[in-house]
C-alpha cells in the first residue's frame, strides 16, 4: 500500500511552500494591526469564551463546574473505550457519568458518546450499536468518537486488522452524519509508537507505561502508513459526515501532512490534543503559516482527564497550568517552557485566535452550546 505522504507531486509541494510564505507574510500584517488586550508582562489574555474539544472528566466535583465558570471555558468531554485505562473500559458507565456532569456544569460540560466496536463480526452489531448511540443522542451527546484499538489491536477471525474503513462502520457513520453528530477519529498514534523509547520523546512517558500500545514492541501489527491511508479512505467514503481527527489527527510530525488533508477532503479537521508539544518543536514561521492558511480546521483541545479519584487541588492546579501554557504559546510572543526547553510563542492575532478557540468548535460539533 502506497504511503498518503506521497500524495502531492514537487511541483504541488512547491507551490505549497510558496503558498506559506505568503501567509506568513500576511500574518504578520493582520498581528501587526490587530488591537490585543495586553496585561503586564506582554501577556494577551482572552476577551471571549473558550472551547476545549478534547477532554475527559468523569467527576462532579463543585469545583470543576467553578473552573469553568471563572476562567470562561467550555469542554467537550469525550468518552473512549480502551480496556486497558482503567476507568475507559466500558462505554455506558461513561456515557452516565458525562451525562452528570453535563447538568451539573450547567451545559458547559458538552459530551462525546463511542461504542465498543469488540465484537463487531457478531450478528447484528450494527443494529445494536445504532439505537444505543441514538439514545446518547436524545439525552444530549453532541459527537461519537472511534478509537485505535480499530487499525491498531482489533483483528478478525481470519487474522487480519479491522481498519476504520471497513464496511462494517458504514451504516454507522452514515447514521452518525444523518443525526447531525460529528465524529472524532482516534485513529493510529504518534510516530514515535513506532520506534524504540526515546526520552527526548514528548510521549515517552506514555508508551514506557503502556506497553501495549507501544507498537515497537509488536511488530506484526499493522504500519501507521497503512492505518492512516485506511483513516483517509474513511473519510473520503462519508463525505457528509463531519470528521475530527484527533490529535492533529496523528499527522503530529509535519503540518504539511495535516494541510494535505484539509486540501483533499473539506469535512477533515483536527483538533490539538496533547500534541501542542508537536506543533512547538516545527518551526514557528511554518506553524503560523499553517494556521493562517486553515483557519477554520483547527480545533483548540487538551486531553486534560479528572477522574472520580483524582485529588481536587492537584487537578485544579494542572488544568489551570495547561490552559495557561497553551494560551501564552498561542497569542503571545513570550518564551514558553516545554520539557526544560524554551520555545517562542507563536502571537496569533485575535481572530485566529477566536476561530482556533471557539468558532472552530461550534462549526465542527453542532450543537456544543446547547442549541438544538
Known amino acids: 500500500m502506497n504511503s498518503p505522504a506521497a500524495i502531492a507531486s514537487p511541483t504541488e509541494e512547491s507551490r505549497r511552500r510558496l503558498d506559506m510564505k505568503k501567509l506568513t507574510t500576511l500574518f504578520f500584517t493582520v498581528a501587526c494591526c490587530w488591537p490585543m488586550n495586553v496585561e503586564s508582562g506582554g501577556r494577551s489574555s482572552p476577551r471571549f469564551e473558550r472551547i476545549d474539544a478534547h477532554a475527559h472528566v468523569f467527576n462532579t466535583a463543585p469545583e470543576f463546574a467553578a473552573l469553568l465558570e471563572r476562567l470562561n471555558m467550555r469542554i467537550l468531554n469525550i468518552c473512549v473505550v480502551d480496556k486497558y485505562d482503567p476507568g475507559f ?99 493510529a498514534e504518534p510516530t514515535s ?86 506543533l512547538m518543536l516545527q518551526p514557528r514561521e511554518k506553524v503560523i503559516a499553517f494556521l493562517t492558511k486553515y483557519p477554520d480546521r483547527v480545533l483548540y483541545a487538551t486531553d486534560l482527564i479528572w477522574m472520580p479519584n483524582s485529588q481536587t487541588e492537584e487537578t485544579l492546579r494542572r488544568w489551570e497550568s495547561e490552559y495557561e501554557r497553551d494560551w501564552k504559546f498561542f497569542a503571545t510572543n513570550e518564551m514558553v517552557e516545554y520539557n526544560g526547553r524554551q520555545y517562542r510563542g507563536l502571537a496569533l492575532p485575535e481572530p485566529i485566535l477566536r476561530k482556533l478557540y471557539r468558532d472552530n468548535a461550534v462549526h465542527w460539533v453542532p450543537r456544543i452550546l446547547g442549541k438544538q
Open 193 to 278: 509508537a513506532w520506534q524504540p523509547l526515546d526520552p527526548a520523546s514528548p510521549d515517552y512517558g506514555y508508551y514506557k507505561g503502556n506497553p501495549k500500545w507501544h507498537m515497537y514492541l509488536h511488530p506484526e501489527r499493522p504500519s501507521k502508513e497503512t492505518i492512516i491511508a485506511a483513516r483517509d479512505r474513511m473519510v473520503k467514503a462519508h463525505p457528509k459526515l463531519k470528521v475530527v481527527g484527533c490529535h492533529l489527527g496523528s499527522l503530529e510530525l509535519d503540518v504539511n501532512e495535516i494541510a494535505k488533508r484539509f486540501d483533499l477532503y473539506p469535512n477533515f479537521a483536527v483538533d490539538t490534543a496533547a500534541r501542542i508539544p508537536y
Open 89 to 187: 473500559e466500558e462505554a455506558e458507565p461513561q456515557h452516565a457519568k458525562t451525562l452528570e456532569v453535563f447538568r451539573t456544569t450547567h451545559g458547559r460540560a458538552a459530551w462525546c458518546s463511542t461504542f465498543d466496536p469488540q465484537d463487531w463480526e457478531s450478528s447484528g452489531f450494527v443494529e445494536r450499536i445504532i439505537p444505543k448511540l441514538d439514545k446518547t443522542f436524545d439525552n444530549g451527546a453532541v459527537a461519537v468518537k472511534i478509537y485505535k484499538s480499530i487499525g491498531m489491536e482489533l483483528k478478525s477471525r481470519e487474522g487480519k486488522y479491522l481498519m476504520p474503513d471497513s464496511p462494517v462502520f458504514a451504516a454507522i457513520l452514515d447514521h452518525i452524519a444523518a443525526r447531525d453528530r460529528t465524529l472524532f477519529a482516534h485513529i
